[in-house]
T-cell receptor
Framework: DAGVIQSPRHEVTEMGQEVTLRCKPISGHNSLFWYRQTMMRGLELLIYFNNNVPIDDSGMPEDRFSAKMPNASFSTLKIQPSEPRDSAVYFC???????????FGAGTRLSVL | AQKITQTQPGMFVQEKEAVTLDCTYDTSDPSYGLFWYKQPSSGEMIFLIYQGSYDQQNATEGRYSLNFQKARKSANLVISASQLGDSAMYFCAMREGPLAGNQFYFGTGTSLTVIP
């Protein structure tokens, strides 16, 4: 299997621009997670989906962040408008609910100037 | 209280020696899972080992073993015969069961450096 695929790997944008991060989970996995990692705050869970349905979005920092999962093989995390403090590495992970082992993508390194 | 506590910000180990990375957890849910992940300098998060709360045996995966002490709520990672490629950040994580909403928590990590 190809594993969890994230794109882009790197994103540099200017403050105020819209940013869309993409994730393709492992085929057959039915849970998908979005994380943010910074030096200051470590790894934070932003939102997760079970069977394409958002279950817990309490980690989403504010209304500028939104996530969708239109089907079992694709999810997006959107930031609009972006701010410099959004600069971080964003990870997507997927799992089979029963086993709960999360497999991570390579991450997207976002820099907002 | 912290759900996952890793008290060692940094550790050093001589190549070929064994090293133990500490992790304690806090949950009142009887059903939970414990995980260790490795994050090398390249940035990816690599799953290493899993221990379920009802598993009777300590989990092992190659050179990795999880020293699970349920009464003490500890889940230490033991790496035997350290290699230079083991130098990385190591994160302990816990997934609580349905009674606690299936929440997932990561520790702050331990940076391991293997010395040749």
């Amino acid at each position: 299997d190809a594993g969890v695929i994230q794109s882009p790997r790197h994103e540099v944008t200017e403050m105020g621009q819209e940013v869309t991060l993409r994730c393709k989970p492992i085929s057959g996995h039915n849970s998908l997670f979005w994380y943010r990692q910074t030096m200051m705050r470590g790894l934070e869970l932003l939102i997760y989906f079970n069977n394409n349905v958002p279950i817990d979005d309490s980690g989403m920092p504010e209304d500028r962040f939104s996530a969708k999962m239109p089907n079992a093989s694709f999810s997006t995390l959107k930031i609009q408008p972006s701010e410099p403090r959004d600069s971080a590495v964003y990870f997507c992970a997927s799992s089979l609910m029963a086993k709960n082992i999360q497999y991570f993508g390579a991450g997207t390194r976002l820099s907002v100037l | 209280a912290q759900k996952i506590t890793q008290t060692q910000p940094g550790m050093f180990v001589q190549e070929k020696e064994a090293v133990t990375l500490d992790c304690t957890y806090d949950t009142s849910d009887p059903s939970y899972g414990l995980f260790w992940y490795k994050q090398p300098s390249s940035g990816e998060m690599i799953f290493l080992i899993y221990q379920g709360s009802y598993d009777q045996q300590n989990a092992t995966e190659g050179r990795y073993s999880l020293n699970f002490q349920k009464a003490r709520k500890s889940a230490n990672l033991v790496i035997s015969a350290s290699q230079l490629g083991d130098s990385a950040m190591y994160f302990c994580a816990m997934r609580e069961g349905p009674l606690a909403g299936n929440q997932f928590y990561f520790g702050t990590g331990t940076s391991l450096t293997v010395i040749p």
